[in-house]
């Protein structure tokens, strides 16, 4: 099993710009988490989806920010337009049907310049 | 909401000792509590977990105790190595449909040579 596959690893981009971070979860699982991680805030959940459907979105910071998954094997997290407060690591996480316990993608480092 | 705390943020041991993680949460109705190991530039992965109907559980040098009463839960590692240096997550949820975890703010373990 590959895991949970996330693209780009690092992204760097101007203020402004639209930023597109891609992951697929691990084939089978029906929940997908996406994360941001700073220093200052921590391990943050932004959205999470179940079967595809998004479920709770309450951790997305503004409307600058989108989160879809249009199947089971792929999920996007937009941000437009960046600002340099969005500088963070972004982690995807999946979960099977009868486990609960998340697994984690490589991660995406951003800097918005 | 869930709200979990951890402490210490930072901790320091001489290689052989042991150490000790702490964490508490607000919500009664959790009932599923994972760590999570984080190495520097990598993925959170976990490492141990524990569910409200055990009061500890032990993987060869890890050991998680979880008193519900109290609402708080603790990661033990004994005979701690170098290669155990890493900043460590607490979290909690529950479980169902609804579940999602709540993370801790993170611990910095460095074990000294």
């Known amino acids: 099993d590959a895991g949970v596959i996330q693209s780009p690893r690092h992204e760097v981009t101007e203020m402004g710009q639209e930023v597109t971070l891609r992951c697929k979860p691990i084939?089978?699982?029906?929940?997908l988490f996406w994360y941001r991680q700073t220093m200052m805030r921590g391990l943050e959940l932004l959205i999470y989806f179940n079967n595809n459907v998004p479920i709770d979105d309450s951790g997305m910071p503004e409307d600058r920010f989108s989160a879809k998954m249009p199947n089971a094997s792929f999920s996007t997290l937009k941000i437009q337009p960046s600002e340099p407060r969005d500088s963070a690591v972004y982690f995807c996480a999946s979960r099977g049907t009868s486990t609960d316990t998340q697994y984690f993608g490589p991660g995406t480092r951003l800097t918005v310049l | 909401g869930e709200n979990v705390e951890q402490h210490p943020s930072t901790l320091s041991v001489q290689e052989g000792d042991s150490a000790v993680i702490k964490c508490t949460y607000s919500d009664s109705a959790s009932n599923y509590f994972p760590w999570y190991k984080q190495e520097l530039g990598k993925r959170p992965q976990l490492i141990i977990d524990i569910r409200s109907n055990v009061g500890e559980k032990k993987d060869q040098r890890i050991a998680v105790t979880l008193n519900k009463t109290a609402k708080h839960f603790s990661l033990h590692i004994t005979e701690t190595q170098p290669e155990d240096s890493a900043v460590y997550f607490c979290?909690?949820?529950?479980?169902?449909?609804?579940?999602?975890?709540?993370f801790g703010s993170g611990t910095q373990l460095t074990v000294l040579p």
């Open positions: 979290a909690a949820s529950r479980t169902g449909s609804a579940r999602q975890l709540t």
């Open positions: 084939s089978g699982h029906n929940s």
